[in-house]
């Protein structure tokens, strides 16, 4: 049986993810942070881990982003999953002040927390704001979550459906020990950062360019060993093992004062 790690409490939109890529017959582990999730694998304690980096309406994950310059593992696929959210809570509407979840997901429901004038309060998991308002057991208290956090927690849902855009979707990676095989369609990706000359992101980008390489993502996230300097995230199409891929990886090298490649693997759909 397969071992995954995930943060957050049973019911976390990460556990929905990884159920809907490896199925119901798996180990899936809770950790605390998305670092333990990792060290989980890193360490043998799991197969896999999985995590989100990124959201169709509130960008970057900027800690999931962020673990990927230290992390040994290799990212060895990708599932976009539909995000529903919910308002879950023993009260009304029109009896709750307050509501907790999860940043991101507090940023995905804005216009429906501002147009009720609720108090939004940052927790550390979405399943795990269900856990928190059902322990203070309070009317003017709710949180926003999943359907299915709902029900493993036994709290009411008030509303359903509260993100802002209905085309809402979390890309999550996943990672492992092992690397993923050369499939027709992949993709790879890789973080690299240039000196402060002019011109050396132009010569990167060209060398994409140069090779006839898809570019299907390029975002700059801070240095944090130095200040105003930057690392950036590029994935792009095809696998590491494409003879092209090679070569313009050993380009970009010589170009890049650091370079580290993620991994390849298959190119999910957007169901």
Not at 202 to 220: A, D, M
Request: hydrophobic share 35%.
């Amino acid at each position: 049986m397969k071992r995954v790690s995930f943060q957050g409490e049973r019911g976390a939109y990460s556990e929905a993810a990884l159920i809907s890529l490896f199925g119901n017959e798996i180990n899936a582990i809770p950790c605390s942070t998305f670092a333990d999730a990792l060290k989980n694998t890193e360490n043998g304690v799991s197969d896999y881990s999985i995590l989100p980096i990124e959201n169709s309406l509130e960008g970057s994950v900027g800690e999931c982003n962020d673990l990927l310059l230290s992390t040994n593992l290799n990212v060895i696929d990708e599932i976009y999953h539909r995000i529903h959210h919910c308002l879950i809570g023993t009260g009304s509407i029109g009896s709750i002040d307050t509501v907790y979840s999860h940043p991101q997901a507090l940023g995905q429901c804005r216009e429906f927390i501002q147009e009720n004038s609720l108090k939004p309060i940052p927790t550390y998991d979405t399943a795990g704001s269900v856990k928190i308002i059902k322990d203070l057991n309070k009317n003017s208290v709710a949180c926003i979550a999943s359907k299915n956090a709902a029900e493993i927690f036994d709290v009411p849902i008030i509303k359903d459906g509260i993100e802002d855009n209905t085309n809402n979707y979390t890309r999550f990676l996943v990672f492992s020990k092992e690397t993923s095989d050369k499939t027709e369609n992949s993709k790879t990706s890789i973080i690299f950062s240039v000196k402060h000359e002019a011109g050396t992101l132009y010569q990167i980008i060209n060398e994409f360019y140069q090779h006839k390489i898809n570019l299907t993502k390029i975002e700059s996230r801070p240095n944090r060993n130095t200040a105003w300097e930057y690392n950036f995230y590029v994935d792009f199409e095809g696998h590491i093992d494409d003879s092209s891929i090679k070569d313009m990886l050993e380009k970009l090298g010589n170009h890049s004062t650091f370079l580290k490649i993620l991994g390849s693997y298959p190119i999910a759909k957007l169901d």
